[in-house]
């Protein structure tokens, strides 16, 4: 098992940009794929961004793709969520999520492992 806690979260301004963190408990970290979702209130939780548990291979849901960056650093036990380009629509809860695997996943159902969130609006 491992604990999980985001931050970073905030509001902001359509175009603008921010970094979410999330720590995590352990001596074990580096043997944990790690992921970011969010969920909009009312909406199912969705992927966001994935990252293997060496950091060498990320995955993105299509609509992120080259206005977010998931990264890992181990030696801190730490993951990163940098988001840019921001949207309205990207307003949500932002959850960080482990499991004991090498590949980034990107079904929610795989993650055993959840922190509680960090809130992101996105104002227009």
């Known amino acids: 098992q491992v604990q999980l806690v985001e931050s970073g979260g905030g509001l902001v301004q359509a175009g603008g940009s921010l970094r979410l963190s999330c720590a995590a408990s352990?001596?074990?970290?580096?043997?944990?794929?790690m992921g970011w979702f969010r969920q909009a209130p009312g909406k199912e939780r969705e992927f966001v961004a994935g990252?293997?548990?060496?950091?060498?291979?990320?995955s993105y849901a299509e609509s992120m793709k080259g206005r977010f960056t998931i990264s890992r650093d181990n030696a801190k036990n730490m993951v990163y969520l940098q988001m840019n380009s921001l949207k309205p629509e990207d307003t949500a809860d932002y959850y960080c999520?482990?499991?004991?695997?090498?590949?980034?996943?990107?079904?929610?159902?795989?993650?055993?492992?959840w922190g509680q969130g960090t809130q992101v609006t996105v104002s227009s």
């Open positions: 999520a482990a499991e004991k695997v090498a590949a980034p996943l990107q079904y929610a159902s795989y993650y055993s492992n």
């Open positions: 352990g001596r074990t970290f580096s043997t944990y794929s």
């Open positions: 990252i293997s548990w060496s950091g060498g291979r990320t």
